[in-house]
């Protein structure tokens, strides 16, 4: 449960108790049970509770070399959450994951199995859910990729987590001296058929050209039904004698009705300042402009509209005493 890459379940703050035993690095066993709730540190730190009642139980154990398996189950009952199927009062829930992974040095395969039966005082819910992970790192270059499948209401404890999807994955990262680069694709369709089908692009990379200088960009790129979106950026770093500076310029497109772009160039600066003291800037241009695309109900054009911002942004502070500092933006 601590190794997912693509999906995770959540964890949940509980007043009661909690132990672990771990047996030769090889067995690990834990048990928890106590009053869900948040901690609340509006006023005074604090723990607001959810009522009811969460316990868990897991296990795992390196059963062979290479081969590791694990099993985790949740029960909560009474728990007041928003997330209840009628949309407010409490909610029961019993969940279970369970994964098996395997290890072979340059490649890790882990394969994960999920149930949940929700209910409150009108209906319930149950669902299953199931997804691959794997990475192997070649050389300087790591691969993520897998493929997964997760049924509509799917919850773990209180919460709903990913669900009503399926499709692949994957992620691709170089590392060298003066390179960082990085990019990736999903491919996700709807198990129902209710939710929107989609692909997503991304692609990112860096380029150190010397000591005090480099620059960049990233892009994404959405799909989804007959509209698509992207955006795009590229940076500039430099690290001089006055302190840290940025330069950045984005663009962001897409072809909905009505349809917007936008454009922005930034400035970022952190000064070097005397120690004890802090100094950093910001100057950023933008220009939003939506309705190229809208059609009036006589067939024509609507205008476009835009809309010019400037923004001026100034942070700064110092240390008065030891034990004293000032700061403002």
């Known amino acids: 449960a601590r190794s997912q890459y693509r999906f995770f379940i959540p964890t949940f703050a509980a007043l009661g108790g909690t132990t672990e035993w771990i ?82 040095g340059t490649t890790r395969l882990q394969a994960n199995f999920l149930a949940s039966d929700a209910d409150d005082s009108l209906s319930s819910v149950r669902a299953q859910g199931a997804w691959l992970d794997g990475r192997t790192v070649w050389g300087d270059m790591t691969h993520n990729y897998g493929i997964f499948r997760l049924e509509p209401g799917l919850t773990w404890g209180y919460q709903p987590i990913n669900n009503d999807i399926k499709g692949a994955y994957y992620r691709g990262a170089y590392r060298s001296l003066r390179w960082q680069a990085d990019g990736g694709i999903d491919r996700i369709t709807s198990v129902s058929g209710r939710s929107a089908a989609g692909t997503y692009l991304t692609l990112n990379g860096r380029y150190q050209l010397t000591t005090r200088t480099g620059v960049g960009g990233n892009g994404g790129y959405l799909r989804t039904g007959n509209q698509d979106a992207w955006a795009a950026s590229i940076y500039g770093d430099l690290n001089g004698s006055m302190g840290a500076t940025r330069v950045q310029g984005s663009i ?78």
């Open 23 to 104: 047996h030769d690095g090889n067995v690990q066993l834990q048990a928890s049970a106590g009053e869900p709730g948040n901690f609340d540190g509006l006023r005074l730190s604090g723990f607001q509770s959810l009522h009811g009642s969460l316990s868990t139980v897991g296990a795992q154990w390196l059963f062979a070399p290479r081969w590791q398996a694990g099993i985790q189950l949740i029960d909560t009952r009474g728990v007041d959450s928003p997330y209840a199927i009628n949309g407010s009062g409490s909610i029961n829930s019993r969940a279970g994951l369970a994964a098996l992974a395997w290890d072979g």
């Open 252 to 329: 962001a497109r897409n072809n909905n009705v009505p349809s917007n772009h936008a454009e922005q160039i930034s400035l970022d600066q952190t000064w070097n300042v005397p120690a004890g003291l802090r100094l950093s800037t910001s100057l950023v241009a933008t220009r939003d402009t939506t309705g190229s695309a809208s059609i009036t109900p006589g067939g024509l054009p609507l205008p476009e509209s835009t809309i010019r911002r400037l923004g001026i942004g100034v942070l700064g502070g110092g240390d008065i005493a030891n034990n004293i500092s000032l700061d403002a933006n």
